[in-house]
């Protein structure tokens, strides 16, 4: 197999032979720095599988270049789906299994994040930490969510371990669609956990935190210029608390008025 890599005025060819029946391409771009290591600048994973290069023996493409995934994450988790109309949504963790060990050797100080995109609320079990890499949650979290929703939204579990004073380090992501959550038996079951950070569901997630940072601003604009005005009205006396909601953005925008006069 041949790949071709093109620059401005130059292009690499590289020879491998090997069986891509199942088999993934890692492309890693860095900055070659002479003195010190070379930067990382990111990296394309390339599914060989989609290709039938019998029919179409050369192909030509772009691809956006994405963090460094970790192949080094290992384990399941184990999590159980629950929903009550009209809008219930229980999700609970039950605990992990073989989960990868610190560079030192220690075992990680688990837990784990759940939140469902565009809902805005995100939950985090108590850190939990297993000498066999296999440690027990057992806690249950609820998410507002309209039956209606089911068939677009989806659920994304974040393990982590708990590094301290230091940053933490990702043990690895599950994500589930909801559109097929049986309504009346739920979902029980052990999901393998991956490096995640660069699927298309994840960067869509960042994207929706930045509209609803965007609505929340908008929202305090409009009560600075006091519009619309019969929100604002002047001639009101007391107090009162207003908030707006919009549920595509996934976000909530509060303020208090007192006598007709916006307060942050």
């Known amino acids: 197999m041949f790949l071709q890599v093109f620059d401005y005025d130059s292009v690499l060819m590289f020879l491998q032979v090997f069986n891509y029946d199942s088999a993934l391409m890692f492309l890693q771009v860095f900055d070659y720095d002479s003195v010190t290591k070379d930067d990382f600048l990111g990296e394309v994973v390339i599914e060989l599988t989609q290709f039938d290069f019998v029919k179409e023996p050369v192909l030509t493409a772009w691809y956006t270049l994405h963090m460094e995934t970790d192949l080094s994450i290992t384990g399941d988790l184990e999590v159980s789906l629950k929903f009550l109309p009209p809008q219930s949504l229980f999700l609970t963790v039950h605990g992990a299994n073989g989960l990868s060990r610190r560079r030192d050797g220690h075992v990680a100080q688990a837990f784990v994040k759940v939140s469902v995109p565009g809902l805005g609320a995100v939950f985090k079990t108590e850190i939990a930490a297993d000498e066999s890499g ?44 909801l559109d097929t959550l049986n309504l009346d038996t739920g979902f029980h079951g052990t999901l393998k956990l991956a490096d995640l950070r660069n699927s298309e569901r994840l960067r869509n997630k960042n994207l929706q935190h930045t509209v609803a940072q965007e609505f929340r601003e908008s929202f305090r604009a409009h009560a600075s210029a006091r519009h619309p005005s019969f929100l604002f009205d002047q001639c009101a006396n007391g107090k009162r608390n207003v908030t707006v909601t919009c549920r595509k953005a996934g976000a909530q925008g509060k303020v208090i008025i007192v006598d007709g006069v916006p307060v942050f």
């Open 134 to 177: 296999n440690p027990e949650w057992q806690e249950t979290f609820e998410f507002e969510l309209p039956q209606e929703e089911l068939s677009f939204r989806y659920t994304v579990l974040h393990v982590v371990d708990d590094q301290g004073h230091q940053e933490n380090n990702t043990l690895g992501q599950v994500i589930i669609d």
